[in-house]
C-alpha cells in the first residue's frame, strides 16, 4: 500500500490553491485506504473500538458506481446524553482514488475546529478547512490502531 508520505512531489504546491487542495484529496485518500482497506466493498455500518479512544462510528451513505459516501464521526457519553463529535460527511471517489470532506459539523466543541472554521470563509478556503481537519483525523486514527473491515 502506498503512503502520503511516499508521494513524491511534480511541482511545488501553494497551500490554498487548488492543485494544493487536490494533493490533500490525495493524501486524504491514502490516509482512509488505511483506516478502511476494502472501502470498495463494504456497505452499512461499522464501528472500531481501540483501548485508550472513543469509539470510531462510520455509516456508508450512499453507494455509486464510482463514489462511496460515508459518515465518520465519535460518539461520546457526556452528562447530557449522547453527543456526535467530530461529525463529517466524506465522498470517496474510487476512480480518481481522492477523498473529499463534504461536510462537517458547525457545532464544533473544540476551539481549535471552531478558530478554523472562522478563518476560512470563502469556498476554496471552506472546502481547505474541512479536508486539513480530515487529514489530521484520519492520521491520529491509524496512529492511534483503529481499522474497519468488513464483518
Known amino acids: 500500500m502506498l503512503l502520503d ?3 513524491v512531489p511534480q511541482t511545488i504546491v501553494k497551500p490554498r490553491s487548488f492543485v494544493g487542495l ?3 484529496y490525495e493524501s ?3 490516509r482512509l485506504l488505511r483506516l478502511i482497506p476494502e472501502i470498495d466493498r463494504l456497505d452499512g455500518c461499522f464501528r472500531s473500538r481501540i483501548a ?3 469509539d470510531l462510528h462510520i455509516a456508508i451513505l450512499e453507494r455509486c458506481r464510482y463514489t462511496v459516501t460515508l ?3 465519535y460518539h461520546l ?3 447530557d446524553g449522547l453527543l456526535i463529535d467530530p461529525d463529517m460527511t466524506i465522498r470517496v471517489y474510487l476512480d480518481c482514488q481522492v477523498v ?3 461536510a462537517i459539523d458547525e457545532r464544533q466543541r473544540h476551539e481549535a475546529l471552531r478558530r478554523l472554521v472562522r478563518e476560512h470563509r470563502s469556498e476554496l478556503d ?3 478547512q474541512r479536508n486539513i481537519v480530515l487529514n489530521k483525523w484520519l492520521e491520529y486514527l491509524y496512529d492511534k490502531g483503529h481499522l474497519v473491515l468488513d464483518r
Open 77 to 79: 457519553e457526556t452528562d
Open 22 to 24: 487536490m494533493t490533500l
Open 5 to 7: 508520505s511516499h508521494l
Open 28 to 30: 486524504n485518500y491514502l
Open 126 to 128: 471552506q472546502r481547505w
Open 52 to 54: 485508550g479512544d472513543c
Open 100 to 102: 473529499e470532506a463534504m
Open 71 to 73: 459518515s465518520l464521526t
